[in-house]
DNA sequence: AGCGCACTACGTACGGTGTACGGAACTAGG
DNA sequence: CCTAGTTCCGTACACCGTACGTAGTGCGCT
């Protein structure tokens, strides 16, 4: 009766509220947004139960009545971002419709630094995250291919961009929790690199070093990256 | 003196021992193994600085002898991983070598299922990511295209791989620490999808699951994103 | 109407984490 | 030889997730 067998539980199941007791103090919107809130602002390995609850005004404790596990903390979270995410009327050009999305996801994620680590497939099933997935797919009803392969080029284009941002931003989350800034991270690699590719021992990364040192353009890697995905499921190639 | 100030440090460049004082016990690759040991035996959550000194039998802040910060034990583990890559001659034909690259990094990860989140650029630069990109860079001498393009290709397929195999063994390494079988856990979010699905909002996903409710072949989904990749990279298309 | 109970709130406590600090043992360089 | 720079590691601290128990609250049922 009241030890509870250990069964499976998806937070989105659990009712947000019941009948009986007193009411709630905060909805669990209240708590996604105090989390995203430590988040946003001294990133994710700040978000701990004891401190979102100090972001709340209540005690530590009283979040495990809204939340099982600090694992739902963050599928909280992912949804709440995803609510951010801007919905429209497909245009027709299931291309440019896409392209839009993958560029809407990679703004998301440097508004929410945070975003690329916790993403998971775990938490692709979130209310918010069948939303946009299902404006995916409208967008991509002008595609004569199955759903199958739509879902495939979704799960690919999220996948791609979200590596891509995860790479933008290491560093910077990486260097929160250091002693030293970016910049000196980054000039300590760098001074590492040219050593090492000085000793001679990997000549083609040498020439493709000599080939181009000045800084990458990485908004134009980015977007041939998108046009490449996005060629792979062009019909009849 | 003493106090050393905080500098940037590159955990290669650091000599791996010094002349004075009693020799060291351990080798960095003895304390990789251990903790590449431990994770792949008991997970990455069970890779603590006490488990590790465990496993090798010493006391907990001896390590820190040979790693500053734990975060440069997960970079001596990821290298370590990366020393199983076999490399081998080009064959000359670059499409065939670079699925034989994913595949092995796929089988790697498989062997080694903390991999896929231990993966970060910031790691990219270890003695064995510099071998196993050098390697990648002479498997594409044929590609007629330029060295930057070359690192967009295998940074792209690296990062292809890695999402897919960080989705196959999500549920896996989550339900590692959870009160209740992976079946379970996988059960109940059918479930939950299901009662969504069936609630009439979402009219392209329920059509996607009506199309093909059998179960997918991943294996032949993992086939099909690398013929796109690297078709994205074929030169006159 | 009023009782009971399911619920909220939360203080305390436990076993874990990363790691700063300081002292003892040891060995190569000047 | 001596001393300075190491290695080794026990102790200690702040913080983490969360199990458990208690007190108070208000809905639903009789």
Redesign the pocket.
Known sequence: MA?RAAEPEVIWTRPE??????????TRADIAAAAVRVADAEGLD??????VAAELG?????L???VP???DLYELMVDAAGAEHELWEPSGDWRADMLRVAHQTRDLMHRHPWLPRLMSPVYGFSPHALRFLEHCLACLDPLPVSYGTKMELIAMLNGVVTTYVANELATAERTRSLPWSEEQEHAARAAYLRERIGSGEYPRMAAAFAENSGPIDLEAVFERALHRVLDGFEPRA
Request: some cysteine; overall charge positive; hydrophobic content about 20%.
């Open positions: 030890g509220r019941t009948g009986r007791g007193p009411k709630p103090a905060y700040a978000v701990s139960m004891r401190r209540c005690g530590t404790m009283s495990y009545n809204y596990r600090k694992e």
